[in-house]
C-alpha cells in the first residue's frame, strides 16, 4: 500500500459533482467524507467509475461561495465511496481550498 503524501483532515460538507461520464449526466449531489489540498473522498448514491473525470462544487464553509474544481479524477471507489485528485482548480479557489485544510491543520 503507498504512503499518502498529505494528511486527511475528517469531515461531513455537501459536494456536488458532474461529467460526461456518468450515467445520468445530470450533476449528482454528495458528501465529502476527507479532504486535502490535492483530493478528497466523496459518499454518495451515484459512485463514479475508476478514472472518470468530473467537476466538483464544494460547499467547505456556510455563508462563503463554493470552491470550484474544474477536473478532478476518480483514483478509487468503493460501495458508496470514490476519492479523486484535484487536477485543475484555477489559483485563487486552490488558496481559498489551502487556507481551509491550514484552519483544519491547527484545530486537530
Known amino acids: ?9 475528517a469531515v461531513q460538507l455537501p459536494v456536488s459533482f458532474s461529467g460526461d461520464q456518468l450515467s445520468d449526466g445530470g450533476t449528482i449531489g454528495g458528501t465529502i467524507l476527507n479532504v486535502t489540498a490535492e483530493g478528497c473522498a466523496i459518499t454518495s448514491d451515484a459512485v463514479a467509475g475508476l478514472g472518470v473525470y468530473l467537476q466538483l462544487t464544494m460547499q467547505l464553509r456556510e455563508r462563503e461561495e463554493p ?10 471507489t468503493s460501495a ?7 487536477i485543475k482548480i484555477r489559483p485563487e479557489e486552490r488558496e481559498r481550498l489551502k487556507q481551509f485544510v491550514k484552519a483544519l491543520e491547527s484545530t486537530s
Open 80 to 86: 458508496r465511496r470514490f476519492g479523486v485528485e484535484f
Open 67 to 76: 470552491i470550484l474544481v474544474d477536473l478532478a479524477a476518480v483514483r478509487w
Open 1 to 9: 500500500m503507498e504512503g499518502r503524501k498529505h494528511t486527511r483532515f
